[in-house]
């Protein structure tokens, strides 16, 4: 009986549905680790092969060493791990703090300073993108790290999803804290905080990969070759180098790593945090 209700048709439904899903979404990572192997021969070969004839250790050395062999992918991809890291530390601090004062402290207005927040996101940002940029002149900050970082600090999602996450956090903990004359920045940095690692791991990654995909705002800000990021190195290599597959995907490769470290340190916080928000919710 265990067998039978264990392996049910729409289990079995679910389960192949799924397991197309997951093909689908590895294919163009197994695509890109394989063909960064690879030679451009190999890579146009048809059929396509998916297991490499030899690695070719020369596509990353063409990768890292960029088109003018300067070496400047090692800079891009720290201006990029400093920014990327930058914003997504500030949008946690900045967005926890926001979310346990709406969640958690009663006083005039904050319904609608909530709602002010959550307007901002109806806002696309290639609307503000000019006056961001012409405050970014005004105040000289263009071609600079404050200027790739000062206008994603706050992030009105950020402090939807804390505010959310705090709403059913139980109040009893912190009025308890408070009894024991703790003051308020010691109930949110020693009790508040470290019980928000689920939501907290889920902000990280989204604004880290965020910044780290992102090529509008410094394609305005960046003007020298040192000041860029990795999605503009990526895409100038591209452009340069058409004909070498094998470099462009190494390239991509290597670009990739820092998310995957990220994405698979923080796995363990996700279904954790599954599991409290429906006790919670339950």
Same mark, same amino acid.
């Given at each position: !009986?265990?067998?039978?209700?264990?392996?049910?048709? +729409?289990?079995?439904?679910?389960?192949? *549905?799924?397991?197309? @899903?997951?093909t689908f979404t590895l294919m163009p990572i197994i695509f890109m680790v394989s063909a960064s192997m690879m030679t451009s021969r190999q890579i146009l070969k048809m059929p396509y092969t998916w297991i490499p004839e030899g690695i070719a250790w020369e596509n990353f050395a063409k990768a890292i060493q960029g088109n003018d062999k300067t070496y400047i992918f090692v800079r891009n991809i720290s201006n990029s791990l400093i920014v990327s890291t930058s914003v997504a530390i500030s949008t946690v601090l900045i967005a926890s703090l926001t979310g346990y004062g709406l969640a958690?402290?009663?006083?005039?207005?904050?319904?609608? *300073?909530? !709602? @002010?927040? !959550?307007?901002? %996101? @109806?806002? =696309?940002?290639?609307a503000i993108m000019i006056p961001l940029y012409m405050v970014v002149m005004a105040l000289r900050i263009q071609n600079s790290y404050i200027? #790739?970082? #000062? =206008?994603?600090?706050?992030? /009105?999602?950020?402090?939807?999803? %804390?505010?959310?996450? #705090?709403?059913?956090? +139980?109040?009893?903990?912190?009025?308890?804290?408070?009894?024991?004359? @703790?003051?308020?920045?010691? $109930?949110?940095?020693? $009790? *508040?905080? +470290?019980?928000?690692? +689920?939501?907290? /791991?889920?902000?990280?990654? #989204?604004?880290?990969? &965020?910044?780290?995909?992102?090529?509008?705002?410094?394609l305005l800000v960046s003007q020298s070759d040192k000041m860029?990021?990795? =999605?503009?190195? $990526?895409?100038?290599? /591209?452009?340069?180098? &058409?004909?070498?597959?094998?470099? %462009? !995907?190494a390239a991509a490769l290597l670009a990739s790593i820092p998310m995957f470290i990220l994405f698979m340190s923080l796995t363990k916080y996700f279904i954790g945090g599954s599991a409290i928000y429906?006790?919670?919710k339950g």
């Open positions: !009986m265990q067998i039978e209700k264990r392996f049910t048709l +729409p289990k079995i439904g679910i389960y192949l *549905v799924l397991l197309v @899903m997951l958690k402290f009663r006083f005039r207005g904050r319904n609608t *300073v909530f !709602m @002010m927040i !959550m307007a901002t %996101m @109806m806002i =696309p940002f290639e200027g #790739l970082i #000062l =206008p994603f600090l706050v992030s /009105a999602f950020g402090v939807f999803q %804390m505010k959310q996450f #705090l709403t059913t956090f +139980p109040t009893e903990f912190l009025d308890a804290a408070r009894v024991d004359g @703790m003051g308020e920045f010691g $109930i949110y940095w020693r $009790i *508040v905080l +470290p019980n928000c690692k +689920p939501v907290i /791991a889920t902000l990280l990654i #989204l604004s880290f990969r &965020s910044q780290w995909d992102n090529l509008l705002w410094p860029k990021t990795i =999605p503009q190195y $990526i895409s100038s290599f /591209a452009l340069e180098r &058409s004909t070498d597959e094998g470099a %462009m !995907m429906e006790s919670r």
